[in-house]
């Protein structure tokens, strides 16, 4: 989430990016899951922010705090691109949210994934 919200950070101030040192700056270690996650949601952004304006009642997704949106982006990729349960992937939204994000997005996260899961 961290490296989704620096990445969205530094492409609205038109900094160049290179999103391999990105990740290498905040994780020690290889790690192919945190790799794929983000690249996954770069390459999937209008995909999945299309999908969350979907659900989004009466906002879009642009119009969430940047680490929100960059925990929902994250979260609905995982839903959409891989085998992680739907349970574990909204609690960890949720948990995430509940860390970095102020309480109605919590419950713009939160009800989003609901929605999507139950269609």
């Not at 192919?32 to 009642?57: C, M, P, R, W």
């Not at 949106?69 to 960890?92: C, G, H, Q, W």
Request: hydrophobic letters at 40%; zero cysteines; a negative charge.
């Amino acid at each position: 989430m961290i490296i989704l919200y620096q990445y969205d950070m530094m492409k609205k101030s038109d900094i160049e990016i290179n999103i391999d040192d990105l990740i290498h700056e905040n994780i020690d270690i290889e790690n192919e899951f945190v790799k794929d996650i983000v690249y996954g949601v770069i390459t999937h952004q209008k995909e999945l922010d299309s999908l969350a304006n979907q659900y989004i009642k009466d906002w879009t997704i642009d119009r969430l705090d940047k680490t929100g949106s960059s925990i929902l982006r994250m979260a609905l990729f995982e839903l959409k691109y891989t085998d992680t349960p739907e349970v574990v992937v909204i609690n960890e939204a949720v948990e995430l949210s509940k860390k970095y994000s102020d309480d109605a997005v919590r419950k713009i996260i939160n009800a989003v994934l609901d929605k999507i899961i139950r269609e």
